[in-house]
């Protein structure tokens, strides 16, 4: 199956914008999804298709892609938004209909 | 709004089975959904298991296919997980959720249920 590659780790200063990245052969095909983790909690739907935003995710968060690579963009980034972000594609690898995730991308806002 | 909720054993031995079932509640089982598991072991990341669809077409991890099977219960509104074979590697959390495919074939899962942890352990 397709790989999704993420960075282990991020840090973004408080109000700042930064921007988690994904890379996968699979992206060149379908749009990312993105998910929000804490600590303890479920995953949390936060960006899906072109850049859709389920009702009740803020609108500091967006997505967006560029052939390979997939990005999910906090713009003024809070204290809540600490937490692990996981991207995710379908895989249609070997003609083999599955699901791939990305290693996940842990947050911290200083 | 659907909401799932998992069940099933916390304990399972070595070699043993695992077996979970996902509630699901606010929606119909038979809707155009690819209903999903996913698990996660202890500090680790978020790994697609498998999922099926209403008809009963399934999709599973490759890396688990040989061990794992995904059914549905239309007549209970759930869906079931059945792992075989069960090592300490497959002590997780362990996600039911909703998966959807858009109109350009991409995929998203929500809402997720609560998870529950499964350890294999003697």
């Known amino acids: 199956s397709s790989d999704l590659t993420q960075d282990p780790a991020v840090s973004v200063a408080l109000g700042q914008t930064v921007r988690i990245t994904c890379q996968g052969d699979s992206l060149r095909t379908y749009y990312a999804s993105w998910y929000q983790q804490t600590p303890g909690q479920a995953p949390v739907l936060v960006i899906y298709g072109k850049n859709i935003r389920p009702s009740g995710i803020p609108d500091r968060f967006s997505g967006a892609t560029s052939g390979n690579t997939a990005s999910l963009t906090i713009t003024g980034a809070q204290a809540d938004d600490e937490a692990d972000y996981y991207c995710?594609?379908?895989?249609?690898?070997?003609?083999?209909?599955?699901?791939?995730f990305g290693g996940g991308t842990k947050l911290t806002v200083l | 709004q659907v909401h799932l909720r998992e069940s099933g054993p916390g304990l399972v031995k070595p070699s043993g089975t695992l077996s979970l079932t996902c509630a699901v509640s606010g929606g119909s089982i038979s809707s155009d959904t690819w209903w999903t598991w996913v698990r996660q072991s202890p500090g680790q990341g978020l790994e697609w298991i498998g999922e099926i669809y209403p008809s009963g077409s399934a999709n599973y991890n490759p890396s688990l296919t040989r061990r794992v099977t995904i059914s549905v219960d239309k007549s209970k509104n759930q869906f079931s997980l059945r792992l075989t074979s069960a090592t300490a590697a497959d002590t997780a959390v362990y996600y039911c959720a909703r998966g959807t495919t858009g109109v350009t074939g991409e995929n998203w899962i929500d809402p997720w249920g609560q998870g529950t942890l499964v350890t294999v352990s003697a």
């Open positions: 995710s594609s379908r895989d249609n690898s070997n003609n083999r209909l599955g699901v791939v």
